[in-house]
């Protein structure tokens, strides 16, 4: 009865704190994925540019951010950013320590991370391409924006659907650590709950099943995708997929 | 209009580092010329045709598509294009026909056709797909136009190959070995495509193995060896007395008398 | 730059990498081990042996490293069969329970990526082997996981790259190890950086010396993929 109370949606209840740390979960991830984005498409683009300076920061960008601890990168940002905002502040005349928002921090950072992995993503679906296609798209006389647009995005985003899958999932999972920062996302509300009430057991046993709802769901949401994007693939290919 | 100049190559040559596959080659194809350019593999034949739409830089020489000059530019001793804008444009008057069909694979086989004319030429969509469909029927595939290219065999892809080039309305047809990938059972369908189309006129430069082609469809044979052309000349001169004792081990070949 | 913190931040940061290697090479033994425990049970053809294996693999790869290691450091205390058990001296040390949740964890993706390894071994092989008389555990350990682990190699290199990242996750149940050190670094002088940069810099050390490692055996294993040496071609 004790433990119905405990998660319920009444005055003493974590229920209504805990959806909305998920929801906060899912925004901080899906915020996080869009900066991999971008930063996973320049780094793959740099990878592939074929100059050696380029080519080598990349290389660096994304054994750095895959290979270092997610934990020290989100200190990196969030007390580095911090720093730097404080010192903007003084240069502006504001006295005292100015904070990162924690959100922002806390996406940038797994951000950063994300887009190590989603550069080698873009990167090899960009190789899986078949390189005749790009050459008939020259020969019917397509410029080099028409076939990025009309012949590369489309097939790169093809490719790319199950391994964004993956990134996606371990994303959502790397979100957990910005509860270092205070966000009160899912892990970190998970926390609080569990503190407060000593309750520890039960509150990160739930905390765990959102987790979990959250990574079986997603999986489901992209192998319905992974099937949408491959219906112009053969048959066979399809059956592996 | 027989008797326009549709392609002009004067003196292309070519190499791939000190190897030079390409020693000095000049042809012309008027209006409703069928060109069949035969040459053991490693001749330099499809490099020469890849050269014609810029797939491949030409180390030397000069292009005219219907009398309009590719501008070249020297720079640090490369050849390149002076404008990649004439470059674009100049291939979408040429038609190319790959070995491997190079079908977009994310797009259905109508999508394929039009694409070309609404994305490159800007003309409006509706006109394309009465136009595209009118194509796909004459090659036989219109019953597949919203099938994925992974979806049809060899044969169909190639057809709906020639559909999408045939789209851009080009001056010159370019094929480079279309039939060789094909399965032997397949073949014929596309040859019958490509023989139809010569009927109606069009200008057409075809790499080939296909020694009937050759000698049946074209109206004229050019004979490359060892990046140079051998010998040229009409189907019966070339595949009769006057053939070159080169040309005449090559089709020896190919069971000698087809 | 300044030289001198530098090296003063690498010299402490240097020391907890004991601690690191320690909590690495503990979780990557015990959670092999389990893994090839789950991994038996996985392909083991019973139901309930093998429905309890999915089940581990779906949660422990399902949900986030720190709130397992989260129910197993403040969890379990709160039940009294453990809190008055022999176990409990252990289980209060955060060391174990770092390298107990690491190991669950880890465990639950080598599972899978040893599984992948043992589809890969062709049945022909099985067939052969078992033409020779071979069956059971003989089967398994002569053809069967020496081929599987070979296949599982890459995948396995990269899953224990993963593990030295998470041996970080230690120091927020109070393990000093590098991370813990460097935050601790970073609180006191604010020259976050710096530290960042040292810390980064042991890291991406102990990655390569790693992935060497792991290239070596891979290397070791597999001869068969090699071109035969000249010798043997003219023999």
């Known amino acids: 009865m004790a433990t119905l109370e405990l998660l319920g949606f009444g005055q003493n209840g974590w229920g209504a704190l805990l959806l909305v740390a998920t929801l906060m979960t899912l925004a901080v991830t899906a915020t996080a994925l869009l900066i991999g984005a971008v930063l996973g498409t320049l780094v793959a683009t740099a990878k592939l540019s074929g100059n050696v300076l380029l080519v080598g920061l990349g290389n660096v960008y994304t054994t750095v951010f895959r290979g270092v601890p997610e934990l020290l990168i989100i200190y990196l940002i969030y007390f580095g950013g911090s720093s730097a905002v404080t010192a903007v502040g003084q240069w502006l005349g504001y006295e005292g320590f100015l904070g990162l928002p924690s959100f922002a921090a806390g996406a940038l950072a797994v951000g950063i991370i994300s887009g190590s992995y989603q550069a080698e993503v873009y990167r090899g679906a960009y190789l899986a391409i078949a390189k005749g296609e790009l050459e008939a798209a020259s020969a019917i006389g397509m410029n080099r924006m028409l076939r990025l647009r009309r012949v590369v995005m489309p097939q790169v985003l093809r490719y790319a659907i199950p391994g964004l899958g993956n990134v996606w999932q371990l994303t959502l999972k790397d979100s957990a650590l910005i509860s270092v920062t205070g966000l009160a996302e899912l892990m970190r509300t998970s926390q609080v709950a569990a503190g407060s009430t000593r309750q520890y057991f039960l509150f990160y046993i739930v905390g765990g099943v959102l987790y979990l709802l959250l990574t079986s769901f997603s999986d489901r949401v992209f192998n319905r995708a992974e099937r949408r994007a491959n219906r112009s693939m053969p048959a066979a290919a399809m059956g592996q997929a | 209009m027989p008797g326009v100049t549709r392609l002009s190559v004067r003196n292309i040559r070519k190499s791939f580092g000190s190897h030079e596959v390409l020693k000095g080659i000049s042809l012309d194809a008027e209006d409703g010329d069928v060109i069949s350019l035969l040459g053991a593999s490693g001749s330099g034949k499809s490099t020469f045709l890849r050269c014609i739409n810029l797939l491949e830089t030409a180390t030397d020489g000069e292009i005219f598509v219907d009398g309009e000059q590719i501008r070249m530019v020297r720079k640090n001793g490369q050849s390149r294009p002076e404008s990649q804008k004439q470059v674009d444009h100049i291939r979408s008057e040429l038609g190319m026909v790959f070995q491997s069909f190079n079908l977009w694979s994310h797009m259905t086989i109508l999508q394929n056709v039009i694409e070309g004319p609404v994305h490159v030429l800007k003309r409006p969509k509706a006109e394309c797909i009465a136009e595209a469909e009118a194509l796909l029927d004459k090659v036989g595939i219109a019953d597949k136009r919203h099938a994925y290219p992974a979806h049809l065999s060899g044969g169909q892809q190639q057809r709906a190959a020639i559909a999408r080039a045939l789209a851009m309305k080009p001056k010159v047809m370019l094929f480079d070995e279309p039939t060789s990938a094909l399965d032997p059972e397949l073949v014929g369908e596309v040859l019958r495509v490509m023989r139809a189309l010569a009927e109606e006129g069009m200008t057409m430069l075809v790499v080939t193995h296909e020694m009937s082609f050759a000698r049946n469809v074209s109206n004229r044979v050019v004979f490359m060896r060892q990046g140079l052309v051998d010998s040229s000349g009409t189907p019966d001169d070339m595949f009769g007395s006057g053939a070159s004792p080169a040309f005449r081990q090559f089709i020896g070949h190919f069971g000698g008398e087809q | ?235």
């Not at chain 3, 690191?20 to 392909?43: D, E, K, N, Y």
């Not at chain 3, 639950?108 to 033409?131: H, N, T």
């Not at chain 3, 601790?184 to 710096?194: D, G, K, N, P, W």
């Not at chain 3, 810390?199 to 102990?206: D, G, M, P, S, T």
């Open chain 3, 1 to 235: 730059m300044d030289i001198a913190f530098l090296s003063s931040a690498m010299v402490t940061l240097l020391k907890a990498v004991p601690m690191t290697l320690l909590l690495f090479s503990l979780s990557v033994f015990f959670g092999g081990l389990l893994a090839l425990v789950i991994v038996t049970m996985r392909v083991s053809g019973n139901r309930i042996l093998s429905g309890f294996a999915k089940g581990y693999i779906f949660v422990f790869r399902g949900s986030p490293l720190l709130i397992q290691m989260f129910l197993v450091f403040y969890g379990l205390g709160q039940f009294g069969v453990i809190r008055y058990s022999f176990l409990w001296p252990f289980l209060r040390e955060p060391v174990v329970c770092a390298v107990l949740s690491l190991a669950l964890c880890t465990a639950g993706y080598s599972a899978e990526i040893f599984r992948s390894g043992i589809r890969a071994v062709s049945p022909k092989e099985i067939e052969a082997a078992r033409a020779i008389g071979m069956s059971g555990f003989l089967l398994v350990r002569r053809i069967i996981a020496p081929i599987a682990f070979r296949h599982a190699l890459p995948a396995y290199s990269t899953e224990i790259v993963l593990m030295m990242k998470s041996t970080a996750l230690a120091s927020l149940v109070t393990v000093w190890e590098v991370t813990g050190v460097a935050q601790r670094l970073i609180s006191q002088t604010y020259r976050t950086m710096e530290v960042f940069l040292c810390a980064a810099l042991i890291y991406l050390v102990l990655n390569f010396l790693i992935l060497q490692g792991m290239a070596l055996l891979e290397h070791s294993l597999s001869k068969h993929r090699r071109a035969a040496p000249p010798s043997a071609v003219k023999a």
